[in-house]
Structure formats: structure tokens, C-alpha cells
């Protein structure tokens, strides 16, 4: 027998084999199932399952119910009814922390864990002023206290929060913050952050996240105690809003470059020769749904050098009032500062004194 005759005899034999097996495994993936059953119900063809555009509009109209424009009053009065149903519960908080605690042990860039101190209250507040104050700045945060606040200490509207990093500090200043938490009870007290510029970014993004669990609030604000911010505009102009939601307002630079030199530096940055739009640091409000959402994905925030721009990339794909107001002035351009200015940045300690005169 001619040995090429035999090898044609094998390779249709195999091939045919192949084919029988093919045709068993098609049947067998087309079978009564339950497994059939499972894929068949997710097909787009058929008609009781929802498509995926379905259920993008399905997704967008219950985000538009839950969104829904309201006033001040309403937005109050929802968050006193159900203050337990915030889009950012306790046990995601747990999750967060769990996994940035883990992440850390792993080597990897995490925030640090803070200390979640319950409030006593349940009031709702219209606006959280938050404050990063450096451990021994006690007396710039009572300036704070005997000046611009000092009329808000005991009121419904606003409550303030001076948030300091404990890591590596002597025994004697634990003490001297410890005791100041006593008399003031205005301390957001973070464990393991190392209180530096280089970890502001991570010291403002657990201060977003002892915000969303710690206290009832429409808004926050953020300022530098260097700021001395006008409360009563401020609270004026919430007031008059149609909306308690997508707000971001502050002083936006727009088309900034990137730092590469100096205190500011940016070794982080690899998104361009620019940054996106973002509003300066030294003061800026944010309503509490925006502050949620980012709460809600704390573990995918990167943490660039500088806070105030990582804020601004961590909203930039949100769909919201980004409100520019030249009305945030720079005290040491006193060209731009007026008796309207909402705020002024960048004030010292003799100025406090000044601008509180007229208070």
C-alpha cells in the first residue's frame, strides 16, 4: 500500500472525528439547561430582559429622582428625616478603610485610616467648614474661634473643624491637642497621617471621609486659616439657590501649567502640560452629594502633590455648576479684594484683627 494514500486516510479520518465532536459540543451549548436558560435571559434579543441602553436610562432616571432639584428648606428637612439613608453608608466606610489599611501594609500609596469620632448631634447643618491646621497652631485656630466663627460657635447653620494629623508627634503635644479637643470639641483628630504639606492631598480626602459619616451637611467648606471668609454672603447665597447639589464654587484657574520647580512641585502629574480646571486651594465649597460620590470611590482617587488640583481632576468628569467667583480675592493682591468680596485668602494674623472690626 502507497504510503501517501495511507497518510490521506488518516488526515480525513481525523478531520471527520473533529467535526463529530464539534457538532456534540454545539448541541450540548444549545441544550434545555439551566445554564442555557441563564445566558438566554441576558441576550439582547430577548424581549423581557432590558437592553443596556434600558438600563443606562433606567440608571439615569432614578439618579434624576434622587437628584432632584429642591430647595435649602427641603434638602434640611430630608436629610433630618433620613439621615441613615446618605448614598454613603457605614458598612462602605468599613470596606474603605479595610482595604486601604491592607493596601498599605502591601506596600502600596494609601491614605491613613482616621479616627471616627460620632458626633452627638443629628443636626443638619448648612455648611461644615472644614480646616487642615498644623499640631501646634493652637493659637491661629483660636484666632479663628475669637473672630470670624466666634458669632457661629453655638449656631444650627455652621459648625467648624480644624482636621490635624497625630503620626509621629511627641507625647506633649498629643496632650496639648488632646486637652484642646476637650475644651472645644472642634478637632478632627486623624491617627496615623504624618501632618505635612506633602500629605495634604490625603489629609483632605479622609477629611471628605469623616465628613460623609460624621455629620448631616449641605455643603462644605473648605478654607486655609489664613482665610477669612464673609459667613453671612455666604450663607445668603446657598440660601438662594434652587439646588443643595452639584455645587463646586470657588476662585477656578483654568489652562494652569504644571508646576515642575519649587514648594509646589508635581512629580505626580503625567496628564499633560496643563492641569484641568480647578479651584484654589485656599478656599472652596462643595455640596454634599459631590462630597459623597467621591467618598463612594475613595479607592480609585489618585493622590496628586497638590490638593486643590486633585480635587479639581477627582469632579472634572461630573456634570455640575462649577461657580468661578472673583468674589474669592487674594488679600495680598488688595486690588482684588472689595466690601463685596465673599472672601479674602491669604490674610495675617494683624489683618484678622483688622477685618473683624467691622464684626
Not at 490521506?8 to 467535526?19: K, Y
Not at 497621617?193 to 467648606?221: E, G, P
Request: glycine share 4%.
Amino acid at each position: 500500500m502507497h504510503p501517501n494514500w495511507l497518510q490521506r486516510r488518516c488526515c480525513v479520518f481525523i478531520t471527520a472525528l473533529f467535526l463529530v465532536f464539534q457538532a456534540f459540543y454545539i448541541v450540548g451549548r444549545h441544550s434545555s439547561g439551566p445554564v442555557t436558560a441563564e445566558a438566554a435571559a441576558i441576550t439582547p434579543e430577548s424581549e423581557s430582559a432590558p437592553t443596556r441602553i434600558q438600563i443606562v436610562k433606567q440608571a439615569f432616571a432614578f439618579y434624576k429622582k434622587n437628584h432632584s432639584v429642591e430647595s435649602l428648606e427641603e434638602g434640611r428637612e430630608n436629610l433630618l428625616s433620613k439621615p441613615q439613608e446618605r448614598s454613603s453608608s457605614k458598612q462602605l466606610m468599613d470596606f474603605v478603610q479595610s482595604q486601604l489599611v491592607k493596601r498599605s501594609l502591601e506596600g502600596i500609596k494609601a491614605p491613613p485610616t482616621p479616627v471616627i469620632q460620632k458626633e452627638s448631634s443629628s443636626e443638619v447643618y448648612t455648611l461644615l467648614i472644614t480646616i487642615p491646621s498644623a499640631p501646634k497652631r493652637f493659637d491661629k485656630r483660636h484666632l479663628i474661634r475669637e473672630t470670624w466663627f466666634k458669632k457661629y460657635q453655638n449656631s444650627s447653620l455652621v459648625t467648624v473643624r480644624f482636621v490635624v494629623g497625630l503620626l509621629n508627634l511627641s507625647d506633649q503635644v498629643k496632650s496639648d491637642l488632646f486637652a484642646e479637643q476637650e475644651k472645644f470639641h472642634d478637632l478632627v483628630l486623624i491617627e496615623d497621617l504624618l501632618d505635612s504639606y506633602k500629605n495634604l492631598t490625603r489629609k483632605t480626602l479622609y477629611t471628605f471621609i469623616w465628613a460623609a459619616y460624621n455629620v448631616n451637611f449641605l455643603y462644605l467648606f473648605k478654607c486655609d486659616d489664613d482665610t477669612y471668609p464673609q459667613l453671612e454672603r455666604m450663607l445668603f447665597e446657598l440660601h438662594g439657590r434652587e439646588s443643595t447639589h452639584r455645587l463646586y464654587w470657588g476662585f477656578f484657574l483654568q489652562n494652569a501649567p504644571v508646576r515642575r520647580t519649587g514648594k509646589w512641585r508635581d512629580r505626580e502629574w503625567s496628564l499633560g502640560k496643563h492641569y484641568v480646571k480647578f479651584a484654589i486651594g485656599g478656599a472652596y465649597i462643595i455640596s454634599s452629594d459631590l462630597i459623597d460620590l467621591l467618598v463612594n470611590n475613595a479607592l480609585y482617587l489618585q493622590l496628586f502633590t497638590n490638593e486643590d488640583v486633585a480635587v479639581g481632576l477627582w469632579l472634572a468628569s461630573f456634570d455640575i455648576e462649577r461657580k468661578h467667583d472673583l468674589r474669592f480675592c487674594r488679600f495680598f493682591h488688595a486690588q482684588e479684594c472689595t466690601k463685596d468680596s465673599v472672601m479674602a485668602l491669604g490674610v495675617s494674623d494683624d489683618d484678622f484683627l483688622y477685618l473683624n472690626m467691622d464684626n
